[in-house]
């Protein structure tokens, strides 16, 4: 699938998903996965999505099949919702429902905040909007990555992320596996920036609709958590699957898709 130039530094690689009724004209879907991750890894999610919308899913910079930023550049929730609104512009996707996970939630969430004219609904699924609480844990995970590199770090880091059994056999092995690929730089680019993310004091002024989606067992979005944002968001619906750890989006994928579905089918594209 196609690739585009963002800016000098960028070729954004994406890929599109459509199987509405070949007579419409589908509302648009753009997904944006998290740390270590690509489009690849929203696989299970398109034939619910791409039924009924026209499914963009991009490689974050420095990820999948998009270009490896030169070693000055600065990953943030900003320079990365900024890679969004760009990608957007270029295909002249002016409205559309933002759906993001882990970290790409994070970074769509900001982007929700900075540009509520461009969506019409955010999925916000398994991804924190503060990494306050995990500031005595982040150094080590930098210092992992730095010492040991992705792999060890990916493998050291899985742990929360699944329940062995309530997944596919083989499902996290593949997931480490696919995490430990992701470039050195990019990967500690993302996460030793992590600790300074909080997105708090925006959440009351984030008025498209917005669905989260959490895991009970989650250690890093527990459900007390969630409920306090969907409190602090003037128009959000909360979705707690029961007995899950904090990767949903992976080990209950069809549920997960059926609901944001029915979220962004009700939100409307008007």
């Given at each position: 699938m196609p690739d585009i130039r963002i800016d000098s530094t960028l070729d954004m690689h994406y890929e599109v998903d459509d199987f509405t009724d070949p007579w419409?004209?589908?509302p648009i879907a753009v997904m944006h996965h998290g740390i270590a991750k690509s489009s690849r890894f929203w696989y299970a999610?398109?034939?619910?999505?791409?039924r009924h919308f026209r499914v963009y899913r991009v490689d974050a910079r420095g990820f999948g099949q998009s270009s490896v930023p030169p070693p000055d550049f600065q990953y943030s929730v900003d320079s990365l919702g900024k890679d969004l609104?760009?990608?957007?512009?270029k295909l002249n996707l002016r409205k559309v429902h933002l759906l993001g996970e882990t970290f790409g939630g994070t970074v769509?969430?900001?982007?929700?905040?900075?540009?509520?004219?461009?969506l019409h609904s955010l999925v916000f699924c398994a991804a924190p909007h503060t990494f306050a609480g995990?500031?005595?844990?982040?150094p080590q995970e930098v210092r992992t990555?730095?010492?040991?590199?992705?792999?060890t770090w990916a493998r050291e880091t899985m742990y929360g992320r699944f329940d062995r059994g309530q997944v596919p056999a083989g499902l996290i092995d593949w997931y480490q596996e696919q995490m430990s690929k992701a470039n050195p730089r990019s990967v500690m680019g993302v996460v030793s920036q992590l600790a300074d993310v909080d997105l708090t004091p925006l959440l009351p002024r984030v008025t498209v609709p917005v669905l989260i989606i959490g895991g009970e067992k989650s250690i890093m979005t527990p459900p007390a958590w969630l409920e306090e944002m969907r409190q602090a968001l003037p128009h959000a619906e909360l979705i707690i699957i029961p007995g899950a750890q904090h990767h949903v989006q992976a080990a209950f994928p069809d549920r997960c898709a059926q609901e944001a579905v029915t979220f962004m089918l009700k939100a409307g594209s008007a």
């Open positions: 419409t004209n589908p999610w398109v034939p619910y999505l791409a609104l760009a990608f957007m512009d769509s969430l900001k982007f929700a905040h900075d540009h509520p004219d461009r995990l500031k005595q844990r982040l990555l730095r010492e040991h590199g992705v792999a």
